[in-house]
């Protein structure tokens, strides 16, 4: 009978301690559109600033897929390559590391002024920005 009781505190006791963690540890929410209008550190361009560029995302997109289907790892943020003329695709992390900032990580072609746009997409193939 000690046994039982004392099992069933011991239940008892991680239950509330469980709901008291979840209770008092919880954040709100908040809507992205207002992360994306108060929090100037981001770099993710608001949807009227993308107009104009549905066709190149639609490019990047399809050869983000065809490099992720031929296996290419997205880790380091490598560069993809020309997506049109003037334009490449970069895959960076958001937020950004250190490792996107190294150059063997960067389009040469954007670098060298061949190329003077870009699609920045994350490594799951979300979009970061198109300048």
């Known amino acids: 009978m000690i046994k039982v009781r004392t099992i069933l505190i011991i239940i008892t006791t991680l239950i509330l301690a469980t709901i008291a963690y979840l209770f008092f540890t919880d954040k709100p929410a908040v809507a992205p559109d207002k992360l994306l209008t108060d929090n100037p550190a981001l770099t993710n361009p608001a949807p009227a600033d993308f107009r104009g560029k ?74 970061i920005r198109a300048l």
């Open 54 to 127: 549905e066709e190149m995302l639609k490019n990047a997109l399809n050869l983000y897929a065809k490099k992720k289907q031929e296996g290419v790892d997205f880790v380091n943020g490598p560069c993809l390559g020309k997506i049109a003329d003037d334009w490449v695709l970069d895959i960076a992390h958001n937020p950004r590391q250190a490792v996107d900032d190294k150059q063997e990580n960067q389009c040469a072609e954007h670098r060298a002024g061949s190329a003077h746009h870009f699609i920045e997409l994350d490594p799951t193939g979300n979009l």
